[in-house]
């Protein structure tokens, strides 16, 4: 009963056995490696190499991809482990010398993250490479065989990672993008419908934008795994992140669009035309994203959004005839939600790597296509050699913390002084609550492995039982350990160095002293270093750099605004600022997610405000498009309007700045109102003004009210509050 009960927890917590496939498979080929090294070779140290190196790359390493990706990216790696073995061999004459290789090498392989975060999962396991070959004895003439183990360890496992239970593949960040283009494509579909027959029952529409809802959802970056999220600096994961920001406005838009509708049908609408083939268009981009797909063609939303715009500036009425307003805002609307579906198109062709057309290739949102994957890595470094970029924290945390626990290995001269690094590197996480978390488990699981250790080398002094019991180990370790939880993992661990030091070098019980003390050791070093430097880990970084995030999305949309009335030159310096600060904003929010958060903090929708700078940069360049600065000059009514919304806009982000840095409540937030009812304002002056700056004025006033909701759903209307024009998802 009680192995049916074990087994059945076990198989709750890893459906579809992955991790038990896993264990099996770095169990085969440890051990493998291991007998093969220790004793058909008869080399200690090929075995030790050969073994740490299949616990590196296969436990701790997490990579991205199917199976043949991994095992390519394993074998790729082989010159980096060369070089840091090798640097760590030649170090090793010398504590300060080692530990001042620890101090940068640390660092740089941290760091590294920054442009790729999905090599973070690579950093752990070459981290290890160097801490391993850093220890006495220094004997740079057993480098061949130190090299020699660790290739044979990583071409095996890859080689195992294909032929041995390979994990089925999950769904993609890509055909999570195919699926949300899907169903966003079927919602335009049925607002077209709405449009040109308003009295149809709205219970398909419903259906279909609660499943829009779903589907878009479920890209966001926060709801899949690192190792598939696009979060790197190249063209391609730069591509999909502004496709999943360009649908989720889609969405919001066409909502929009159902608020601004005309009562009654218009007959052969133009708007319902467009509408239609932004879905063909969203569908097929969405589709080109599939591996052999054909590239998205963007000529038959070109040729719809020109024939809207021809029947746009002036429409049935010439703009001076009150009733004409909707459907100037109808129009607005659908254009703007055009622009967006164009965005996603692009994006789709440069994360497929098609070729881009003149006029995209020079477009600021998709300028960093024309540059090479150097340049935009440098530029994501860059960006991150700032003081308050999280990355570069949690960098020269980890890397102080190696360098100081080589130190104290060192002067302490312990023999299995790389178990005081390894303890610092399981322990030390980017936050101090982390670190403290982090800590219990891995104190109770060592002293519990290391009482059992003990008492087992006590009683059985023969090498030979260790050698038998060696899989064993190894399977309980990696795969019921780590389906058991963290103190149990631990404990599994350290019984499992026990069982490969007895046969590489007997020191009987004594062996089980030194792992506790080195592990307490390092535990400690960990600890003291989290709660020295920067204790409060991302989300403090990320308050901040959300604060000057929002504080360069209200100055860009004030420079737009004054741009429109000719007051101020284009606003391409303050759309660039934007961008910069997309970047750290980005990256302290990836991080924030592997954290623990303060539940007695108010909790920020985060996403809501990441998606901010998207609604602010594509949306002000459209508007620069169609409407060129100075386009209402000499309008004082528009110039009214506009700047008291622009105003009211930089006092909300402000006051949200103020909220997410200090935990204080938000000051009012500007709550959305219908096109039409905002231009009530100024309908008295419609009659004097030329029918093409009606234009201009309801494209600005669409998206200064887009940016409202996008305050809106960040701190939805409480209930009741007439203002609000919809509900939120």
């Known amino acids: 009963m009680l192995a049916t009960s074990l087994l059945g927890r076990l198989r709750r917590r890893d459906p579809g056995d992955a991790i038990l496939r896993r264990a099996a498979r770095l169990t085969i080929v440890a051990s493998v490696v291991f007998y093969g090294c220790r004793y058909g070779a ?8 050969g073994l740490f190196g299949t616990i590196a790359a296969g436990s701790f390493a997490q990579l991205p991809g199917p199976a043949p990706q991994r095992a390519r990216i394993l074998v790729l790696s082989l010159p980096g482990v060369w070089a840091l073995i090798v640097a760590g061999s030649l170090l090793a004459w010398s504590t300060w010398a080692a530990a001042g290789g620890m101090l940068v090498i640390g660092f740089v392989v941290a ?3 920054v442009g790729n975060p999905r090599l973070v999962g690579l950093a752990s396991a070459f981290q290890l490479f160097y801490i391993l070959a850093s220890f006495p004895p220094y004997q740079p003439g057993t480098l061949p065989q130190r ?5 044979f360890a990583i071409v095996l496992l890859a080689a195992a990672e294909v032929v041995l239970w390979p994990d089925p593949v999950p769904v993609s960040y890509r055909q999570r993008l195919t699926q949300a283009a899907d169903g966003v494509a079927a919602l335009l579909d049925a607002t077209a419908d709405g449009l040109t027959h308003p009295h149809a029952g709205p219970g398909d529409r419903d259906a279909r934008r609660e499943r829009a809802y779903d589907v878009v959802a479920a890209i966001e970056l926060g709801r899949n795994p690192p190792e598939w999220a696009p979060t790197a600096a190249g063209v391609q994961d730069r591509a999909l992140r502004i496709c999943a920001a360009a649908l989720r406005e889609v969405l919001v838009e066409a909502d929009r669009l159902v608020t601004d509708a005309p009562p009654e049908p218009a007959g052969d609408l133009t708007a319902a035309g467009l509408l239609r083939s932004c879905a063909d268009t969203t569908r097929a981009a969405g589709r080109s994203l599939s591996p052999g797909a054909p590239a998205v063609l963007i000529d038959g939303l070109d040729t719809a959004v020109g024939r809207a715009e021809t029947a746009y500036p ?5 703009g001076r005839d009150t009733s004409d307003v909707p459907r100037l805002c109808r129009d607005a609307t659908a254009l703007a939600l055009a622009d967006q579906v164009r965005v996603f198109a692009v994006g789709a062709r440069v ?7 003149g006029e995209d290739a020079t477009s600021g949102l998709f300028e960093y296509a024309r540059h090479s994957p150097w340049t935009l890595y440098w530029w994501q470094f860059r960006s991150h050699l700032a003081p308050r970029s999280a990355h570069l924290h949690s ?3 980890l890397a102080v913390a190696l360098a100081l626990a080589r130190v104290a290995a060192g002067v302490l001269h312990l023999t299995h002084g790389f178990w005081v690094l390894l303890a610092t590197l399981t322990v030390l996480r980017t936050s101090a609550s982390d670190t403290r978390t982090a800590l219990r488990p891995a104190v109770l699981g060592t002293i519990a492995g290391a009482a059992v250790s003990g008492g087992l080398m006590v009683v059985v002094d023969q090498p030979v039982v260790y050698a038998v019991v060696l899989p064993v180990t190894l399977m309980l370790a990696f795969g019921v350990g780590r389906l058991l939880g963290p103190v149990w993992q631990q404990a599994l661990f350290t019984l499992l160095l026990t069982v490969v030091f007895a046969q590489l070098s007997p020191e009987g019980w004594r062996l089980a002293e030194v792992r506790l003390v080195d592990v307490l050791l390092g535990a400690v070093i960990g600890v003291l270093v989290g709660v020295a430097m920067w204790p409060r880990g991302a989300a403090h970084d990320l308050r901040h750099n959300a604060t000057r995030y929002l504080a360069a999305n209200a100055d860009a949309v004030e420079q737009t605004v004054e741009a429109m009335l000719g007051d101020a030159p284009s606003p391409d310096r303050a759309l660039d600022r934007v961008r910069r600060r997309m970047i750290l904003i ?7 997610h592997f954290e623990r958060h303060d539940p007695h903090r108010q909790q920020v929708n985060w996403s809501a405000i990441l998606s901010a700078g998207h609604h602010v940069v594509p949306g002000a360049e459209s508007l620069l498009q169609r409407n060129p600065p100075g386009c209402l ?18 006092s909300a982000y402000a006051a949200l700045a103020d909220e997410v840095a200090n935990d204080r409540p938000a000051g009012p937030t500007p709550l959305p109102t219908g096109c039409a009812a905002e231009l009530d304002r100024i309908r008295p002056a419609l009659g004097e003004a030329d029918p093409r700056s009606v234009r201009h004025l309801v494209e600005v006033d669409r998206w200064l009210a887009g940016l409202a909701d996008t305050l809106a759903r960040i701190h939805p209307p409480a209930q009741g509050d007439s203002a609000g024009r919809r509900g939120q998802p």
Request: charge should be negative; hydrophobic fraction near 40%.
């Open 351 to 357: 994360a497929t790597g098609a070729p881009l057309h």
């Open 147 to 151: 090299l020699g183990g660790v290739t």
């Open 42 to 49: 008869g080399s200690p140290m090929l075995a030790t190499y």
């Open 395 to 397: 960098s020269l945390r």
């Open 633 to 650: 000059a000499g309008w004082p009514a528009a110039a009214v309007l506009l700047r008291d919304s622009a105003g009211h806009l930089r």
């Open 314 to 318: 002036v429409g049935e009425g010439d």
């Open 111 to 113: 760091f590294a993250g």
């Open 586 to 592: 980005d990256s302290s929010y990836c991080q924030y």
